[in-house]
């Protein structure tokens, strides 16, 4: 087949496509960070929510039509998509909707991902796709979903599963699966005690990435089925998963390599920013002169809400009191005055007072930092208001009786740890 043949077949199936993006989940192990915002809806890499990922791989891919499964305190979250993602025309199908748990099917909340889709395939259906393409919005990376729909055709699949290399040691929170030479999947457990590592790579084990393409028919008929079972946890990965491999459906697995979008290293990019460690590691790897994730790419950008912000603005040029941001990221609306910020991520609206100190830190929107601040190795929560001479970072010890503290030293501030109450729980 011509290439050109090929990328005219990629865009009618990315057209005949529905994805549904699963974003209910709360994100527990992110602890007070998800307290008030569903995990999707957390701000990550200075002017981004998670969520805006996923939904610019998809319209990056030619995959227009998307419903957003929420649930968990999910206001946050479908404000930012009414406000950033409402550019896609209705006139030509394209939408994203916002698909709350809505109790159409059975007076019960989404029972796992599996039900997630259940409760919502009328209103799937109603855009007539040939392939649904189900995805976890809580991850960062880039993915051109077309490359995996092309090769679900391919294999003639029933439902195929993209997957990543990862260490073992790791794989206990994921479903891990084995192949055969054409790719088949003919083992599936979902986050097995023992992961089962790669054949020749002991120190690896075959990962699911909770993206799965399936034939619309198809994916009905299986739902059905297994709303159907009582004993069932309506879940892809504890459910259907495994039920498709032990009965013999042609379920395949595309690695994730042969479908990402190569960063400038060459390597795959994709970060599960579940924890507060993660969360901080994977936005510190932006202040690198040459990250593994680039923010600057245009031709596969990452869209979202752009507020209408005046620049970032530094004051001051005196020996003792310059306003600086080294290695850092600044967005709009900040102003660094007479401090200093070093390795370190500013989210729109922050504000820096004299003589602080701000190193290796992700200070999320609308933070205020007073005066003789010293900040090492923190994440600041959205809307607080750090008081004059506090330090954090320096004595772990000191710092975990009033904030939370990671075991490798990362501390999250809030709010409420202030004992600032910005969302009116008096």
């Known amino acids: 087949m011509l290439p050109q043949e090929q990328i005219r077949l990629?865009?009618?199936?990315?057209?005949?496509?529905?994805?549904?993006v699963l974003a209910g989940g709360r994100g527990s192990r992110l602890h007070q960070l998800t307290d008030w915002r569903a995990k999707p809806a957390v701000p990550f890499g200075g002017k981004f929510r998670i969520i805006d990922f996923v939904l610019s791989n998809c319209v990056n891919s030619g995959i227009r039509r998307i419903g957003v499964a929420t649930q968990y305190k999910s206001h946050s979250l479908i404000q930012h998509i009414q406000h950033g993602w409402s550019f896609l025309n209705g006139k030509?199908?394209?939408?994203?909707?916002?698909?709350?748990?809505?109790?159409?099917?059975?007076?019960?909340?989404?029972?796992g991902t599996a039900d997630a889709v259940f409760q919502n395939m009328d209103i799937l259906r109603e855009s007539e796709p040939d392939y649904v393409l189900i995805l976890a919005g809580d991850h960062v990376y880039k993915m051109d979903y077309g490359k995996m729909l092309a090769f679900h055709?391919?294999?003639?699949?029933?439902?195929?599963?993209?997957?990543?290399?990862?260490?073992?040691?790791?794989?206990?929170?994921?479903?891990?699966?084995?192949?055969?030479?054409?790719?088949?999947?003919?083992?599936?457990?979902e986050k097995p005690d023992h992961p089962t590592p790669i054949p020749g790579k002991p120190d690896l084990a075959l990962a699911s990435m909770g993206i799965y393409i399936f034939n619309t028919d198809f994916l009905s008929e299986q739902l059905e089925r297994d709303a159907r079972d009582p004993n069932s946890s309506h879940d892809f990965g504890k459910d259907i998963i495994p039920y498709?491999?032990?009965?013999?459906?042609?379920?395949?697995?595309?690695?994730?390599?042969?479908?990402?979008?190569?960063?400038?290293?060459?390597?795959?990019?994709?970060?599960?920013?579940g924890t507060i460690d993660s969360y901080w590691e994977a936005n510190m790897e932006l202040t690198k002169v040459t990250p593994d994730l680039n923010l600057y790419d245009q031709e596969w950008p990452i869209w979202t809400h752009q507020e209408q912000l005046p620049p970032a603005k530094f004051v001051f040029d005196d020996d003792t009191r310059r306003g600086q941001a080294i290695d850092s990221l600044v967005s709009g609306g900040c102003i660094?005055?007479?401090?200093?910020?070093?390795?370190?991520?500013?989210?729109?609206?922050?504000?820096?007072?004299?003589?602080?100190?701000?190193?290796?830190?992700?200070?999320?929107?609308?933070?205020?930092?007073?005066?003789?601040?010293?900040?090492?190795?923190?994440?600041?929560?959205?809307?607080?208001?750090?008081?004059?001479?506090l330090t954090v970072g320096v004595d772990s010890v000191e710092d975990a009786g009033r904030f939370f503290v990671t075991d490798k030293g990362i501390t999250l501030i809030t709010p409420e740890m202030l004992g600032q109450d910005v969302h009116g729980t008096r």
């Open 244 to 273: 498709l491999v032990s009965s013999g459906y042609r379920v395949f697995a595309q690695s994730f390599s042969s479908s990402c979008v190569k960063m400038d290293s060459g390597m795959p990019y994709w970060r599960d920013v």
């Open 336 to 389: 660094i005055s007479g401090a200093i910020v070093r390795r370190s991520l500013l989210f729109s609206n922050v504000r820096i007072n004299s003589y602080s100190n701000i190193e290796d830190s992700v200070i999320l929107p609308n933070v205020v930092i007073g005066n003789n601040v010293t900040l090492k190795r923190v994440v600041v929560d959205k809307n607080c208001v750090i008081p004059d001479e």
């Open 92 to 111: 030509f199908g394209e939408f994203v909707d916002v698909l709350p748990a809505q109790q159409w099917v059975q007076e019960s909340w989404y029972q």
């Open 153 to 189: 055709v391919e294999k003639r699949a029933d439902m195929t599963v993209a997957c990543i290399e990862v260490p073992v040691n790791d794989a206990k929170g994921f479903g891990v699966m084995a192949v055969n030479e054409e790719s088949s999947v003919v083992d599936f457990s």
């Open 10 to 20: 990629v865009s009618w199936m990315t057209k005949n496509t529905y994805a549904m």
